[in-house]
C-alpha cells in the first residue's frame, strides 16, 4: 500500500496552504510480527539509538565531566572543546540537508567516526605530554570530531522525534536520554573505582584506552539500526521518508523550513544557552573545588540525576495525558523556569566564596570525606536534573511543530549546531580566563532570557494536535506541476 500522493500547482506557498486546509485520514499498516516485528518497533529502534550515543558522545561527556578531559592543565581542554562547537556549529547548520539526501542511518554510522580519535589524541597527550605539538593533536582531533558529530546528532534527532507519535514524544525523548547519560554515569563509575583510593588530580592511560574501546563498539551499533523506511509506528502510520532527486532541493530545504515555520527562530536562543552552563559546572566548580575522586563521584550523580529528570519530565509532565498538548508546553516551561533560578541562585552564592586566582576559603582542594562537601554534591545533582529537563523540553517543542522526518532532521541540525555555538563561547571565555563569576552569570541570563522569548513561540505555534500542512516540507527548486508530498496525518 502506498501513502498518498497530492500534485499540485502553484507557488510553494500555494501548495503549502492547500495542505494545510486539506483533511486526511490516516493511512495505517500492518505491523510485522515475530522477531522482524520487535526489531523493527520503534522502542527498539530508539534504545539502539540510545546505545550508539551511550558508547560515543557519553564516553565524550565522561571525559568532559572530568575536568580538562582529566588533564591537569584545562587549558587544552577548553581550546580543543572550543574548537570541537565551533566546528559542528557550522557544519551541523546544514547537515539536515545532507541527512535528508544520504539517509539517517548512513548519517548515523558516519558519525560515529570522529570520537575514537578525538579521545585518542587525550591519550597520546598523556603518555608524551612534553612533546611539541601534542596540544595542537588535541585541537585538531577536535575539529575532525565537531564534523563527524553534526552527522551523529541531526541524524539522532530526526529518527528519534519521528518514531514517536504525538502522545509519545516526551516518554521517547526521555528514554533516550536516560540511555544516553548513561554512558556517562559508567564511564564516571569506572573513573570513580579506579581512582577511589588516589586523592591526586591526575588519570591514568587506562581510563583513556577504556573510553576509546567502548567508542569503537558504538560504530558497530550504529550499523545495528533499522531502515527508517520500513519503520511503522505504534499506531500503524509509517514514517515518511521524501524521496528527491537532487541536492538543489534538499539545499532549499533548510531555507524553506525556516520560510514556512519562522517560529522555529524563536527557539533559537534556547538551543544557544542549553549547554553554556557546563563550562561553569564542570571546569569552574567541579575541577575547580573538587579532587579527583570527588570529581568522579559529583559526575555519576550528576548523569544518574540527568536519567531520572528527562524521564520525570518527558513522561510525567511533557507527555501526561490528562493535559492539553499546550497545557503541557506551558508546565514544562515553568518547571524550567524555577529550576533556572534555584540552580543558579544557589551556585551564586559558592561562587561568592572563591575566584578564578583565589580558591577561598578552600586551602585545599574537596574531597569526599571533608564535611563541606555533601552540600555541595547536591548542586550537581540539581545541574543533572536542569540539563536534563531543558534538554527533553527543547527536543519535544521540536518534535510538537511537525512528525516529518525530513523537516525535524533541518530542526534538530539547527538545535545542535546553535546549542554547540554557545558551548563553543562560553569554553572560550574560560579558556582565555575570564572570572568564574561572570561565566556563571552569563549562563544564568542567557537561560532567562531565552525562556522568555520561547514564551511566545508556545503560545503562537504549539497546538493540541500537529496539523497535515506541519507535517510536509515543500521543497524549492522542484517544479510546482510535479511537487509530490506524501501526507501522513498523525
Known amino acids: 500500500m502506498s501513502t498518498t500522493v497530492a500534485e499540485e500547482k502553484g507557488t510553494p506557498s500555494s501548495i503549502q496552504n492547500s495542505l494545510s486546509q486539506r483533511k486526511e485520514t490516516p493511512i495505517t ?45 584545562a587549558t587544552t581542554s577548553a581550546n580543543s572543546t572550543c574548537v570541537l562547537n565551533s566546528t559542528y556549529a557550522v557544519f551541523g547548520f546544514f547537515f539536515g540537508t545532507v541527512n535528508n539526501m544520504i539517509g539517517a542511518k548512513r548519517t548515523l554510522v558516519l558519525g560515529t567516526l570522529g570520537y575514537v580519535l578525538y579521545i585518542g589524541s587525550f591519550l597520546a597527550t598523556k603518555i ?3 612533546v611539541s605539538g601534542a596540544g595542537d593533536f588535541v585541537v585538531f582531533s577536535s575539529a575532525i570530531l565537531g564534523v563527524t558529530a553534526a552527522f551523529l546528532w541531526t541524524a539522532q534527532g530526526s529518527l528519534m522525534l519521528s518514531y514517536a507519535t504525538e502522545a ?17 554515569v559508567v564511564g564516571s563509575a569506572v573513573f570513580f573505582g579506579q581512582n577511589f583510593h588516589l586523592t591526586d588530580n591526575s588519570v591514568g592511560n587506562g581510563v583513556y584506552i577504556g573510553f576509546m574501546i567502548l567508542t569503537i563498539m558504538g560504530i558497530g551499533v550504529s550499523m545495528l539500526m533499522g531502515d527508517p523506511e520500513k519503520m511503522i509506528r505504534t499506531d500503524g502510520t509509517k514514517v515518511f521518508i521524501a524521496r528527491r532527486s537532487s541536492w ?59 536519567i531520572f529528570g528527562s524521564v520525570l519530565i518527558g513522561g510525567l509532565v511533557l507527555d501526561q495525558k ?8 506551558f508546565t514544562g516551561w515553568f518547571v524550567l523556569l524555577a529550576m533556572t533560578f534555584i540552580v543558579h541562585i544557589w551556585s551564586y552564592f559558592y561562587q561568592r566564596t572563591y575566584t578564578r586566582w583565589a580558591i577561598l576559603p578552600y586551602s585545599r582542594k574537596i574531597d569526599i570525606y571533608d564535611s563541606e562537601y555533601p552540600a555541595h554534591i547536591w548542586l550537581m545533582i ?35 549546531s ?27 541570563g542567557l537561560l532567562v532570557g531565552s525562556l ?27 517544479p510546482a506541476s510535479k511537487v509530490e508530498t506524501e501526507v501522513e496525518a498523525i
Not at 520561547?454 to 500542512?469: C, Q, S
Request: hydrophobic share 50%; net charge positive; aromatic share 14%.
Open 29 to 73: 499498516f500492518e505491523r510485522p510480527k515475530g522477531w522482524r516485528g520487535i526489531y523493527y518497533h520503534p522502542v527498539t529502534q530508539l534504545m539502539v539509538l540510545g546505545f550508539v550515543c551511550f558508547l560515543c558522545p557519553g564516553m565524550l561527556n565522561a571525559l568532559t565531566g572530568l575536568g580538562g578531559g582529566g588533564q591537569v592543565n
Open 128 to 130: 608524551h605530554p612534553g
Open 168 to 184: 509519545q514524544k516526551g516518554i521517547y525523548i526521555g528514554i533516550f536520554l536516560a540511555i544516553y547519560n548513561l554512558g556517562a
Open 248 to 306: 538543489k532541493s534538499k539545499i532549499c530545504g533548510t531555507w524553506v523550513a525556516i520560510v514556512t515555520d519562522p517560529l522555529i527562530l524563536l527557539l533559537f536562543p534556547m538551543f544557544f544557552a542549553s549547554n553554556w552552563f557546563y563550562t561553569w559546572q564542570f571546569n569552574d566548580y567541579n575541577f575547580a573545588l573538587f579532587n579527583l575522586r570527588a570529581q568522579a563521584l559529583n559526575n555519576l550523580v550528576s548523569g544518574l540525576s540527568q
Open 322 to 329: 490528562r493535559l492539553r498538548r499546550r497545557t503541557r508546553a
Open 382 to 416: 540539581f545541574y543533572g536534573l536542569l540539563d536534563a529537563m531543558w534538554q527533553t523540553t527543547a527536543m519535544w517543542l521540536i518534535g510538537a511543530m511537525s512528525n516529518d522526518i525530513n523537516k525535524l532532521a533541518i530542526f534538530s541540525g539547527f538545535y545542535h
Open 418 to 444: 546553535i546549542q554547540t555555538a554557545g558551548t563553543a563561547g562560553a569554553w572560550r571565555m574560560d579558556a582565555i580566563g575570564m572570572p568564574y563569576m561572570t561565566i556563571l552569570l552569563s549562563a544564568w
Open 452 to 478: 522568555v522569548l520561547a514564551f511566545p513561540m508556545i503560545y503562537l505555534r504549539v497546538k493540541d494536535h500537529t496539523a497535515v500542512g506541519d507535517e510536509t516540507l515543500i521543497q524549492l527548486g522542484e
